[in-house]
C-alpha cells in the first residue's frame, strides 16, 4: 500500500493523525503494526456497548447454523411466490457490512439471490436520475437482493468528502422517502440496516486490515481521510435516519461492536418480519434489543 504525507504535517511516509476522542487528542498512525494500548482496551466497550465480552464461537456457529436453514426456506418461498425482497445495508467504513452480508448469502442460491456494490458512477451514470442505477439492479420475482451501501452514499459520504452539492444532498433528503414509498407499494419487501459501531472499534479494525495480507485491499485511500472526520460522519448519520426514518421505509440499527451478535441478530430480524413457509420461531430465537432498535432513536 502506497504511504503518503501525514495529515498532522509529520515526516513523509507516515499517516499519523491526530484524533480528538473523549475529551483528550490522540495519535493514531495505521503504519505503526503495534495497535496503540487505548484502542485496544476501549474497542469492545466504546459507543457503550452492552455486552462485556464476544458471544462465543460455539454458540455462534450453532444459532447461525439454524437461522442459514430458514434462510434457505424464505428462497423457496420466494421462487414459489414471487416475492422480491431487498435489504440495503449501510454504516461507517469496517462497522461489517460485508461480513453480515456474506453470513445472509452463505447458502442462499446464487441465481436467486445476489449482492449489488457499485462502483463510483460513471460519465453517464452522473448524468442521469440519482437513483436510476440503482433501479436497475432490483429484484425480479422470486428474487433476494443485498446492497453492500447503496443510494444512501448521497446522505454520507458524497456530501462529507464534497462529492455532491449542498443541493444535491438536500434534494436527496427529500426525495428519497417518496421514492421508497415507491418500491414499497410494489411490493418490495425492504429493509434498511444501519451497522453502528464505536470510533475506537473503527479504529482497531482499520489497523487490523492495514496489517493483515488476506484483508490489505479492504482499506481504502477513502478510509484513510475520513479518519478526521467523525463527528462529520456523524452529524451526516443522524440527519439522514431522521429525515429517512418512515413507517413505510424504517431504518434497523444494529449494534455491532461484537460482529457475532450484529450477524445473528440482523438476520432474525429479517426473518421475523418475513412471513415464509415452515418458519420456525423457536429456531429463529428472540432479536436482542440491546443489540437492535429502530431508528434514530436506538443511537446514543
Known amino acids: 500500500m502506497a504511504l503518503e504525507q501525514s495529515p498532522t504535517g509529520g515526516a513523509p511516509g507516515s499517516r499519523a493523525v491526530e484524533l480528538a476522542i473523549g475529551g483528550k487528542t490522540r495519535v493514531f498512525d495505521i503504519d505503526n503494526p503495534e495497535l496503540p ?4 482496551d476501549d474497542a469492545f466497550s466504546s459507543d457503550d ?3 462485556e465480552k464476544k458471544l462465543s464461537e460455539e454458540e455462534y456457529e450453532e444459532t447461525l447454523t439454524k437461522l442459514q436453514i430458514e434462510l434457505v426456506k424464505v428462497q423457496f418461498w420466494m421462487q414459489a411466490t414471487g416475492k422480491r425482497v431487498m435489504a440495503v ?17 452463505a447458502y442462499m442460491n446464487p441465481r436467486s439471490a445476489r449482492v449489488v456494490a457499485l462502483t463510483k458512477p460513471t460519465e453517464t451514470e452522473r448524468g442521469q436520475w440519482y437513483f436510476q442505477r440503482y433501479v436497475s439492479t432490483f429484484p425480479t420475482a422470486g428474487e433476494f437482493v443485498l446492497f453492500d451501501r447503496s443510494w444512501y452514499n448521497r446522505a454520507g459520504v458524497e456530501p462529507v468528502m464534497g462529492f455532491c452539492t449542498p443541493e444535491q444532498y438536500e434534494h436527496f433528503l427529500k426525495e428519497t422517502p417518496r421514492f421508497e414509498k415507491m418500491i414499497v407499494n410494489e411490493n418490495i419487501q425492504l429493509f434498511k440496516f444501519w451497522l453502528n459501531i464505536g470510533r475506537e472499534m473503527q479504529l482497531k479494525r482499520f489497523h487490523d486490515r492495514r496489517h493483515d495480507p488476506l484483508k490489505i485491499w479492504k482499506l481504502s485511500p477513502m478510509d484513510i481521510a475520513a479518519l478526521p472526520k467523525w463527528n462529520d460522519y456523524t452529524e451526516k448519520r443522524d440527519r439522514m435516519l431522521k429525515e429517512t426514518h418512515t413507517d413505510h421505509a424504517p431504518w434497523t440499527v444494529i449494534r455491532g461492536n461484537d460482529k457475532r451478535r450484529a450477524r445473528i441478530n440482523l438476520i432474525r430480524h429479517m426473518l421475523t418480519k418475513l412471513d415464509y413457509d415452515g418458519k420456525d420461531k423457536a429456531a429463529i430465537g428472540k432479536v436482542d434489543d440491546k443489540i437492535v432498535g429502530a431508528g434514530p432513536g436506538f443511537l446514543r
Open 37 to 40: 494500548k487505548w484502542i485496544d
Open 89 to 105: 445495508f449501510e454504516g461507517r467504513d469496517a462497522a461489517g457490512k460485508g461480513g453480515a452480508i456474506h453470513a445472509t448469502m
Open 49 to 51: 456497548y452492552p455486552y
